[in-house]
Nanobody, 123 residues
Framework: VQLQASGGGYVQAGGSLRLSCTAS????????VAWFRQAPGKEREWISC????????NYADSVKARFTISRDRAENTVYLQMNSLKPEDTGVYYC?????????????????WGQGTLVTVSS
C-alpha cells in the first residue's frame, strides 16, 4: 500500500496549486482522506479531510474558503485545490488515509501516509 502526494511547487502569493494524493494497493474511496501540512519549525497541522462517502468535507479555519478537497473515484485520487495562497501556507503537505467514516484531525488516527510534497509561497 502506498500513497503518493504530488503537485507541490513554488508560487507567488495569490496564486494557486492543486495537490494530488494517489493510492496504489488501496481504494481511496473506502477511506477518509486528510491533508496535513508542516511548516518549517512548526508542528504538523491538519488542514482538510473528506469522508469516504464524500458527503462531508472539513477545513481548518486558516484555509477555509481558499482550499477545496475533492475525490475522483475513477482515478483513485484525492485533490486539494489551493487558491489565494499566502506565504503562511508554505510547508510540506501530506495526505493520509484512515478506515473511518468521519473526519479526524488527529494524525495518529491515520494508518497510511504519503511522502509529502513541498509548497513554497513567496510574498
Amino acid at each position: 500500500v502506498q500513497l503518493q502526494a504530488s503537485g507541490g511547487g513554488y508560487v507567488q502569493a495569490g496564486g494557486s496549486l492543486r495537490l494530488s494524493c494517489t493510492a496504489s494497493g488501496l481504494t481511496l474511496a473506502s477511506y477518509t482522506v486528510a491533508w496535513f501540512r508542516q511548516a518549517p519549525g512548526k508542528e504538523r497541522e491538519w488542514i482538510s479531510c473528506i469522508i469516504r462517502t464524500s458527503t462531508t468535507t472539513n477545513y481548518a479555519d486558516s484555509v477555509k474558503a481558499r482550499f477545496t478537497i475533492s475525490r475522483d473515484r475513477a482515478e483513485n485520487t484525492v485533490y486539494l485545490q489551493m487558491n489565494s495562497l499566502k506565504p503562511e501556507d508554505t510547508g510540506v503537505y501530506y495526505c493520509a488515509a484512515a478506515a473511518r467514516g468521519i473526519c479526524l484531525r488527529d494524525g495518529s488516527n491515520y494508518r497510511y501516509w504519503g511522502q509529502g510534497t513541498l509548497v513554497t509561497v513567496s510574498s
